[in-house]
């Protein structure tokens, strides 16, 4: 019953940014959190003074719901950046301070050095992620014609821009989908079951975002692999955003080079 609560909730996010049909994600949500009460009611949670799996799908739900208010298709001039910055500064910031200040409780968390130092293992895995991005991303942007889901950049500002969006996205996608989303599951489910529900809604954003055609086959091994990679560094925040900003160093060369074919030519597997 506590699982298909949570999993109510983030099927909300395939239903506002997959199928954009966001009656039917509200309505999951409130299923969701109705069945969540149901659960609490019927286990007695209060009296063994254990999380409250309704106020930590609330705070996800709260997050869904604010990012919703916009649409997602990737913008470069002066309102959409401030849409974007508005509504996902809100996502994570909303529920921190309802966790915090209304619950009197600490379910999102931004932990940002975890273990401390990086020893080769994490270095290695930095060098193999910016191997494998350079290997992978320019195949799936250009075949797949995805990078006409971002806006044409072919001027210096526009390019620039583009460098501080992908890169500002890519630090609150670990802020929400880490420190908020999969950090308020795993006060309840064992760490494979919370790491598949916030790969749903990592990928889901990101579908809209314009990762689309055959992108969830990168978008949710990525989700999955930055879920436990922030539990092997034991609450790294600082790394999981490192890995995520040079995925996304990458993208925005692509990008440039999809629309500048002059710039960024060093991509071997490029069509």
Same mark, same amino acid.
């Given at each position: 019953?506590?699982?298909?609560?949570?999993?109510?909730?983030?099927?909300?996010?395939?239903?506002?940014?997959? %199928?954009?049909?966001?009656? +039917?994600?509200? =309505? #999951?949500?409130? @299923?969701? $959190? /109705? &069945?969540? *009460?149901?659960?609490?009611? !019927?286990?007695?949670?209060?009296?063994?003074?254990?999380?409250?799996?309704?106020?930590?799908?609330?705070?996800?739900?709260?997050?869904?719901?604010?990012?919703?208010?916009?649409?997602?298709?990737?913008?470069?001039?002066?309102?959409?950046?401030?849409?974007?910055?508005?509504?996902?500064?809100?996502?994570?910031?909303?529920?921190?301070?309802?966790?915090?200040?209304?619950?009197?409780?600490?379910?999102?968390?931004?932990?940002?050095?975890?273990?401390?130092?990086?020893?080769? %293992?994490?270095?290695?895995? +930095?060098?193999? =992620? #910016?191997?494998? @991005?350079? $290997? /992978? &991303?320019? *195949?799936?942007?250009?075949? !797949?014609?995805?990078?006409?889901?971002?806006?044409?950049?072919?001027?210096?500002?526009?390019?620039?821009?583009?460098?501080?969006?992908?890169?500002?996205?890519?630090?609150?996608?670990?802020?929400?989908?880490?420190?908020?989303?999969?950090?308020?599951?795993?006060?309840?489910?064992?760490?494979?079951?919370?790491?598949?529900?916030?790969?749903?809604?990592?990928?889901?954003?990101?579908?809209?975002?314009?990762?689309?055609?055959?992108?969830?086959?990168?978008?949710?091994?990525?989700?999955?692999?930055?879920?436990?990679?922030?539990?092997?560094?034991?609450?790294? $925040?600082?790394?999981?955003?490192?890995?995520?900003?040079?995925?996304?160093?990458?993208?925005?060369?692509?990008?440039?080079?999809?629309?500048?074919?002059?710039?960024?030519?060093?991509?071997?597997?490029?069509?």
């Amino acid at each position: 019953m506590h699982l298909s609560a949570a999993l109510l909730v983030c099927l909300a996010a395939p239903a506002f940014f997959v %199928l954009e049909q966001p009656v +039917l994600g509200f =309505a #999951l949500l409130v @299923a969701g $959190l /109705i &069945l969540a *009460w149901g659960a609490e009611q !019927s286990s007695g949670r209060m009296a063994r003074r254990t999380p409250s799996l309704l106020r930590d799908l609330s705070l996800i739900a709260i997050g869904l719901a604010i990012v919703r208010t916009i649409p997602l298709a990737a913008g470069l001039d002066d309102w959409s950046m401030i849409k974007f910055t508005l509504a996902l500064g809100g996502a994570v910031a909303v529920p921190y301070a309802v966790s915090r200040y209304l619950y009197r409780d600490r379910a999102t968390a931004f932990p940002w050095f975890g273990s401390g130092r990086w020893g080769r %293992l994490h270095w290695g895995w +930095l060098a193999a =992620a #910016l191997v494998l @991005a350079w $290997l /992978i &991303l320019p *195949w799936y942007f250009i075949s !797949s014609g995805v990078y006409l889901n971002w806006p044409v950049v072919d001027t210096p500002e526009l390019m620039a821009r583009l460098f501080i969006g992908v890169g500002a996205v890519g630090i609150w996608d670990e802020l929400f989908f880490i420190g908020t989303v999969f950090t308020a599951l795993l006060r309840h489910f064992p760490p494979w079951a919370a790491n598949l529900l916030q790969a749903i809604v990592f990928a889901s954003f990101l579908w809209e975002l314009g990762y689309r055609a055959w992108g969830p086959l990168l978008t949710i091994p990525f989700a999955l692999m930055q879920g436990h990679v922030y539990l092997r560094t034991r609450h790294s $925040l600082a790394y999981v955003v490192t890995v995520h900003l040079l995925f996304d160093a990458v993208v925005f060369a692509v990008l440039v080079h999809a629309y500048n074919p002059q710039l960024f030519d060093v991509f071997p597997t490029a069509p």
